[in-house]
């Protein structure tokens, strides 16, 4: 059930982030939800190997390589979904940021009306 939650506070993050950012470009609601649901996947496999492997980097940066990380997770999922473009290094990491806070707004508030 928690994987679900977090398909579609990333999907609908993905496409409000696309609404308000230019350089982020998601066609449909249905394109938003399989690139949420591929980012979802990448943040479940990927993303913890990556941080075990770039941990040095992580922890000499104080901790600012990992929004690098979370950008190369969202630019990966774009890299699967036809239809989802991130324009530049830059727009992906401002878009996982942002991303980031509104799939966790949306996590918590659909955990909660779950219970």
Known sequence: MALL???????LAIYAVAYVMGGVSVPSLAVAFL???????????????LF?????????????FYFVLTAFCLWLASVFVPGFVLRGP???????ILISI??????????RANE
């Not at 939650?5 to 999907?11: G, H, L």
């Not at 980012?39 to 190997?49: R, W």
């Not at 075990?52 to 600012?64: E, Q, S």
Request: without cysteine; aromatic residues 4%; charged residues 5%.
């Open 102 to 111: 509104i799939s966790a707004i949306i996590n918590r508030a659909l955990t």
């Open 35 to 49: 690139a949420g649901g591929v980012l979802s996947l990448v943040n479940l496999i990927v993303k913890p190997i």
């Open 52 to 64: 075990v492997l770039t941990l040095p980097f992580t922890i000499v940066t104080l901790g600012l």
């Open 90 to 96: 830059l727009t992906a990491v401002v878009a996982s």
């Open 5 to 11: 939650i977090t398909w579609v506070a990333n999907s």
